[in-house]
């Protein structure tokens, strides 16, 4: 049900943002195992029971990467922008190519082991 739901969700965007979010749907998906995907609060969300770890909400022009725990992780890329509460990191996403999966791929590596 759930992953119906994250596809309905991406199905209602253009063509260039539903990209970007299939995109991060499978990195999501394939690097934080032992998480659900949901919509919380309108947008997809990854759940470690019931605790936020990573998401991402589009908005009309690009879509944002979101990382609850994303301030507490090393980010050698300097790509993460702080964002809001209970250190928040987001990155600003308009196009497929506007992030290096291996780069995402090692902040929920990274994200997991907390």
Excluded: C
Aim: hydrophobic share 45%; glycine share 10%.
């Amino acid at each position: 049900m759930a992953a119906s739901a994250i596809s309905d969700y991406i199905a209602g965007l253009d063509e260039t943002l539903g990209a970007v979010s299939a995109a991060l749907t499978a990195h999501l998906d394939t690097g934080l195992p032992g998480t659900v995907g949901q919509l919380w609060h309108g947008h997809p969300v990854w759940m470690n029971d019931k605790t936020p770890v990573a998401g991402f909400k589009a908005y009309p022009k690009y879509v944002t990467f979101m990382l609850w725990r994303g301030q507490a992780i090393d980010d050698p890329s300097g790509t993460l922008s702080p964002s809001g509460s209970a250190e928040m990191a987001t990155l600003k996403i308009s196009t497929e190519d506007g992030f290096e999966g291996a780069v995402l791929d090692d902040w929920l590596a990274k994200v997991s082991a907390l």
